[in-house]
């Protein structure tokens, strides 16, 4: 299959001597119709802004384009980034390429219209959650983004559309379910990547909620860290240094009761309490 008469990816890699590297999190996604399948999942692209972090040798960063984005690249491996200047000068003014980390980026600051972009990502595995929980907790609300489409290994896809009772569900599944509508869209096998990752990958979209419940998003952060920071024990416990039995009090919740059984709104009604 071929999308836009660039060479293939395995020639890319080659030429540019992009061998992953595990420190960096890196597994290449070869295969053009994923990265298709990726970029129909964010919706209708035309003309939209695409933020994507991690491009790497720019398999996804092609479908997006092919797409019709716009396409705002954030790359941390210096390596790639010849790579990423030739699909640049294949779609001239469409892919801005920034050299950088991630983690420090000002994404806010990235915008370029007054239509809100879309963040879709094959995210470098050791950096996908702090990146997605950052986003998550993003102030103001709204956010800057109109939606997230981005891959995780499967066990971290399955934290973040869990609900109460089940035992993926965590820090994690609350924060996502407060502010977003999040779904598994597809998943990915090992052998799509290069170097084949030892797990199964999954695509989450989530889409903002307008009005999640009223409540401080540090103060969520802090609840949920500490009450799954010691989920085998009961909340009186885990919640101690936040107020324990007298935070419970105020709430009506039962201090027995143990983090994995509470709701986003009792989480909510927790945090509203300190």
Same mark, same amino acid.
């Given at each position: ?9 395995? %020639?890319?890699?080659? =030429?540019?001597?992009? +061998?992953?590297?595990?420190?960096? &999190?890196?597994?290449? /996604? !070869?295969?053009?119709? @994923? ?78 219209? %007054?239509?809100?972009? =879309?963040?879709?990502? +094959?995210?470098?595995?050791?950096? &996908?959650?702090?990146? /997605? !929980?950052?986003?998550? @907790? ?96 009961? /909340? ?39």
């Amino acid at each position: 299959m071929s999308i836009d008469n660039l060479p293939p990816l395995r %020639d890319v890699i080659e =030429r540019h001597g992009l +061998n992953a590297k595990k420190s960096l &999190g890196q597994n290449f /996604l !070869l295969d053009l119709n @994923l990265t298709a399948k990726i970029a129909r999942t964010a919706g209708d692209l035309a003309d939209q802004q695409v933020i994507e972090v991690g491009p790497g040798p720019g398999g996804l960063t092609r479908a997006l384009l092919a797409q019709g984005a716009l396409v705002t690249a954030i790359e941390r491996d210096e390596r790639c980034l010849p790579a990423l200047e030739e699909i640049a000068s294949h779609y001239p003014g469409r892919l801005t390429v920034i050299s950088g980390d991630a983690l420090e980026q000002d994404f806010a600051a990235l915008v370029t219209s %007054d239509r809100k972009p =879309r963040i879709v990502a +094959n995210l470098p595995y050791n950096v &996908g959650t702090q990146l /997605l !929980l950052n986003w998550l @907790l993003s102030e103001p609300w709204p956010p800057f983004y109109a939606s997230m489409t981005l891959m995780f290994q499967r066990e971290v896809a399955e934290r973040i559309v869990a609900k109460p009772g089940s035992e993926a569900y965590g820090r994690l599944g609350v924060l996502a379910g407060w502010r977003t509508e999040a779904k598994i869209a597809f998943d990915v096998p090992p052998q799509a990547f290069t170097p084949p990752p030892k797990v199964t990958s999954s695509v989450v979209h989530l889409m903002p909620r307008e009005a999640p419940l009223a409540c401080d998003a540090a103060k969520l952060g802090r609840v949920t860290q500490a009450a799954f920071g010691q989920r085998r024990k009961m /909340l009186r416990q885990s919640i101690k240094s936040l107020g324990g039995e007298a935070l419970l009090g105020k709430t009506g919740i039962d201090p027995t009761r143990r983090a994995e059984t509470l709701s986003v709104e009792e989480f909510v009604t927790l945090a509203n309490a300190i």
